[in-house]
């Protein structure tokens, strides 16, 4: 998983609590990005980070929130988690404008 | 406009044969089309990836063709072998916001099943 590692692997949180989640790399990428995957949508965009400084929203950012302060961790959290944020999250890394690896998944469910 | 199509949903290959997966797309301003193979509980790994200046590439027994005008791309898997059963994802890329990074539009996927 191109030195990528996201923690934790499993969760399951109760509707209204917060939740982060993070990812750690190992071969410092400057992009690096959130994603959720859910069945009959393929994987789609939360929000993305060049470096320490610089965070932006994807397509599907409502609820969620990102914070980099190193270059190696890549923080999701979940404000006030919703049964409707049920799903599998990778982050993939970037160095070069185009080909992102993906992490191993952290497979969330509300309840 | 921002939609990747993948089709077809799901795809059974015999041992030996030929697994071909479609994709289309309406932006022209995606400039890198990669494919991905995703085995159960396992993240996405990038396959093979193509930009539209390249009609065809082939690494191994997998091959893109891609079709500029028409906005269509296929990913070929010659000699399919059982460990080849995965999901396929395509996926389009274009630039945004901030300096140089990428957005990745997936298709809905393609479950593939190579019978022994």
């Known amino acids: 998983d191109a030195g990528i590692t996201q923690s934790p692997r499993h969760k399951v949180t109760e509707t209204g609590t917060p939740v982060t989640l993070r990812c750690h790399q190992t071969?410092?990428?400057?992009?690096m990005y959130w994603y959720r995957q859910d069945p009959g949508h393929g994987l789609r965009l939360i929000h993305y980070?060049?470096?320490?400084?610089?965070?932006d929203k994807g397509e599907v950012s409502d609820g969620y929130s990102v914070s980099r302060s190193k270059t190696e961790d890549f923080l999701l959290t979940l404000e006030s988690a919703t049964s409707s944020q049920t799903s599998v999250y990778f982050c993939?890394?970037?160095?070069?404008?185009?080909?992102?690896?993906f992490g191993p998944g952290t497979r969330l469910t509300v309840t | 406009q921002q939609q990747v199509k993948q089709s077809p949903q799901s795809l059974i290959v015999q041992k030996g044969g030929i697994s071909i997966i479609n994709c289309a797309y309406e932006?022209?301003?995606?400039?890198?089309f990669p494919w991905y193979q995703q085995f159960p509980g396992k993240g996405p790994a990038l396959l093979i990836a193509i930009r539209p200046d390249v009609s065809e590439k082939k690494e191994g027994r997998f091959t893109i063709s891609f079709n500029k005008s028409a906005k269509q791309f296929s990913l070929h898997i010659m000699d399919s072998q059982p460990g080849d059963s995965a999901t396929y994802f395509c996926a389009a890329s274009k630039g945004i916001g901030i300096q140089g990074a990428q957005k990745l539009v997936f298709g809905q996927g393609t479950r593939l099943t190579i019978n022994p």
């Open positions: 071969e410092n990428h400057r992009y």
């Open positions: 993939a890394i970037s160095e070069t404008t185009n080909a992102q690896y």
């Open positions: 980070s060049y470096g320490v400084k610089d965070t």
């Open positions: 932006n022209t301003a995606f400039d890198y």
